[in-house]
């Protein structure tokens, strides 16, 4: 294993949460510049290994498994391109296109290339409307998980039981509901009791 391969392995991760290595280690609750280039050797020249700690912070911080971040390092599924199926707003609200868990079926659908993502289950999305603006702008692809844990904060896309897709920032999350915001103000915020929400899966990255 080579100082290389670790530091090549933070930046997909990065890449695939949608992230520069400076927002990652943001992100993570560490100093902005830990992952910079002119950090990874000594001044003498020296090729330098990132803490354990600080891998450990930006796993928890972007949900991924430490068998995610070795796929990184081993170069396997992580880092080389695949197919994942592209869904429109219209599409993911109809019946057909998703099973109970929220996972993509069927294949009657258009595909984009999209390297660094190991959950076999992702698709990309091409969002609808602006209540997201100007983060995400109608006409814009986010790359879904639905393997990937949401918390608070967390972008998401949410299908509800009565068919409705919509992009939103999580607010909170209860025994009973979930709160959501848009970004953009003209739009209300939404609560949505559990019983009515069908999915809901983060999103790990945007074309922006």
Excluded: C
């Excluded at 928890?60 to 391109?81: C, H, M």
């Excluded at 079926?105 to 595909?111: A, I, Q, Y």
């Excluded at 698709?123 to 702008?137: C, F, H, K, N, Q």
């Amino acid at each position: 294993m080579k100082h290389a391969d670790i530091w090549n392995a933070i930046d997909l991760l990065a890449k695939a949460s949608g992230l520069s290595a400076s927002g990652l280690a943001k992100k993570a609750g560490l100093d902005p510049t830990t992952f910079n280039k002119s950090k990874r050797t000594t001044r003498d020249g020296k090729q330098r290994w990132p803490s354990t700690e600080s891998i450990a912070k930006i796993l928890t911080a972007t949900n991924a498994s430490l068998d995610e971040f070795i796929s990184y390092v081993e170069g396997k599924e992580g880092s080389v391109p695949r197919h994942v199926p592209l869904i429109g707003f219209a599409q993911a609200g109809a019946a057909g296109y998703f099973d109970d868990a929220g996972y993509p079926t069927g294949g009657s659908w258009e595909e984009i290339n999209f390297p660094g993502m190991t959950d076999r289950h992702a698709y990309a999305l091409e969002i609808t409307g602006d209540s997201m603006d100007p983060v995400l702008r109608d006409g814009d692809v986010v790359i879904i998980s639905p393997d990937a844990g949401v918390r608070r904060g967390d972008r998401v896309v949410v299908k509800t039981t009565a068919g409705e897709v919509m992009a939103k920032t999580l607010k909170r999350k209860t025994a009973l509901s979930i709160e959501l915001s848009s970004i953009n103000p003209a739009h209300q915020d939404r609560t949505i009791p559990l019983d009515e929400v069908e999915w809901i899966s983060r999103i790990v990255w945007a074309a922006q």
